[in-house]
């Protein structure tokens, strides 16, 4: 029997052999490895706040122990909105030439159909990732998820239960792009903090364009305090450095791989190009801080069994015919994502320029 190209595992195939958007912050702080679907239209999202440096208490040999309490977390579940683009292929469309293909080439109709879909699905594919790196520079950068969109207005607060002072956010006493400006000291006081509050050691600093001017004019005259030769020597690989990232150098103290990138999007809001990192801030991470790529479960409808499905994966591809305005085949990719930030305290953002 003949392997129809519309149905859902046959799509599914063609989403995941296609080339995916490369997204910066997603697929460096939020990777694949910590990729979690669920079977139920919520997710449970687990923030962890500051912790305390207990010691372990003596104790007389005649009491035996004493209790020791964990660190507490916060749970709290939420129920990802939809992320649902779909596209119509006329009959029209598959009569018609493609784009780059030969005048004569003598392509059937099916033939153009497959390659419509498969196109269609790519880039479906590419704008949801887009909207992927989009939460993600929200959550990294000021704390929270705006999901706006036809039906839906609402936000998700990673900081929400965090106390002012222990925001990951702050303006440095001199911007950088004035005389007495201290770049160095500014980071490393942020790292102080990041170290105390959470535990962990910031690896890196991803800045925006005017950012990284300011810092790299303050430094310019300290020929030691940044190392550009790590790339030269293989320590970072350009090839992993995908479009929009620049590495820049390495600090010596503190101890900072500095990326600048400088990617944007389209604010259809506010018909605006928005820089991903804001360009007067830079972003102070650590490696390793737990995250979570969550995708709720999207509901599907099986027209041959005529009933509902609950599908739980990250790209639900679906497909069926529409009779009028237009007639013709839709077909549409799914996906119910979140991007969580469990250890809130993992990254910090500082605002260096006007």
Same mark, same amino acid.
């Given at each position: 029997m003949p392997v129809s190209l519309f149905e859902p595992r046959t799509m599914l195939e063609m989403v995941n052999s296609e080339f995916r958007a490369r997204s910066f912050l997603r697929d460096r702080y939020f990777p694949i490895s910590n990729k979690k679907t669920f079977n139920t239209p919520?997710?449970?999202?687990?923030?962890?706040?500051? #912790?305390?440096?207990?010691?372990? =208490?003596?104790?007389? =040999?005649? +009491? #035996?122990?004493?209790?020791?309490?964990?660190n507490g977390y916060k749970t709290t579940?939420?129920? =990802?909105?939809? +992320?649902? =683009?779909?596209?119509?292929?006329?009959?029209e469309d598959a009569l018609q030439r493609l784009p780059g293909e030969h005048l004569y080439s003598g392509r059937s109709p099916e033939e153009r159909a497959a390659s419509i879909l498969a196109d269609d699905l790519n880039e479906m594919d590419k704008e949801i990732t887009r909207t992927e790196e989009v939460m993600c520079a929200q959550a990294l950068t000021t704390g929270k998820i705006l999901i706006k969109g036809e039906g839906v207005d609402d936000q998700v607060d990673f900081w929400a239960d965090l106390a002012a002072a222990d925001k990951p956010a702050s303006t440095v006493s001199t911007l950088w792009t004035a005389s007495g400006a201290d770049p160095l000291g500014d980071l490393r006081a942020v790292c102080r903090t990041i170290s105390q509050k959470s535990g962990l050691t910031p690896v890196e600093v991803v800045a925006g364009s005017k950012a990284v001017d300011a810092m790299l004019n303050a430094l310019k005259g300290d020929n030691t305090a940044l190392n550009s030769r790590r790339i030269d020597m293989g320590q970072i690989n350009p090839r992993e450095l995908e479009d929009g990232v620049q590495y820049v150098g390495a600090l010596r103290l503190p101890n900072l791989d500095v990326f600048t990138y400088d990617e944007t999007y389209y604010d259809e809001a506010t018909s605006t190009n928005k820089a991903m990192i804001p360009?007067?801030?830079?972003?102070i991470a650590c490696r390793g801080v737990k995250t979570t790529r969550a995708y709720g479960v999207v509901d599907v409808v099986n027209d041959k069994e005529d009933k509902v499905e609950f599908v739980e994966g990250d790209r639900v591809p679906l497909s069926w015919v529409q009779r009028s305005n237009p007639a013709g085949r839709i077909v549409q990719l799914k996906s119910a994502p979140l991007m969580i930030v469990n250890e809130p305290l993992g990254f910090y953002i500082l605002k260096v320029t006007n």
């Amino acid at each position: 029997m003949p392997v129809s190209l519309f149905e859902p595992r046959t799509m599914l195939e063609m989403v995941n052999s296609e080339f995916r958007a490369r997204s910066f912050l997603r697929d460096r702080y939020f990777p694949i490895s910590n990729k979690k679907t669920f079977n139920t239209p919520s997710v449970d999202i687990d923030i962890k706040g500051p #912790g305390k440096r207990k010691l372990a =208490p003596f104790v007389s =040999p005649r +009491i #035996g122990g004493t209790l020791d309490l964990r660190n507490g977390y916060k749970t709290t579940t939420y129920k =990802p909105a939809f +992320i649902a =683009p779909y596209r119509v292929c006329t009959a029209e469309d598959a009569l018609q030439r493609l784009p780059g293909e030969h005048l004569y080439s003598g392509r059937s109709p099916e033939e153009r159909a497959a390659s419509i879909l498969a196109d269609d699905l790519n880039e479906m594919d590419k704008e949801i990732t887009r909207t992927e790196e989009v939460m993600c520079a929200q959550a990294l950068t000021t704390g929270k998820i705006l999901i706006k969109g036809e039906g839906v207005d609402d936000q998700v607060d990673f900081w929400a239960d965090l106390a002012a002072a222990d925001k990951p956010a702050s303006t440095v006493s001199t911007l950088w792009t004035a005389s007495g400006a201290d770049p160095l000291g500014d980071l490393r006081a942020v790292c102080r903090t990041i170290s105390q509050k959470s535990g962990l050691t910031p690896v890196e600093v991803v800045a925006g364009s005017k950012a990284v001017d300011a810092m790299l004019n303050a430094l310019k005259g300290d020929n030691t305090a940044l190392n550009s030769r790590r790339i030269d020597m293989g320590q970072i690989n350009p090839r992993e450095l995908e479009d929009g990232v620049q590495y820049v150098g390495a600090l010596r103290l503190p101890n900072l791989d500095v990326f600048t990138y400088d990617e944007t999007y389209y604010d259809e809001a506010t018909s605006t190009n928005k820089a991903m990192i804001p360009e007067d801030s830079v972003l102070i991470a650590c490696r390793g801080v737990k995250t979570t790529r969550a995708y709720g479960v999207v509901d599907v409808v099986n027209d041959k069994e005529d009933k509902v499905e609950f599908v739980e994966g990250d790209r639900v591809p679906l497909s069926w015919v529409q009779r009028s305005n237009p007639a013709g085949r839709i077909v549409q990719l799914k996906s119910a994502p979140l991007m969580i930030v469990n250890e809130p305290l993992g990254f910090y953002i500082l605002k260096v320029t006007n």
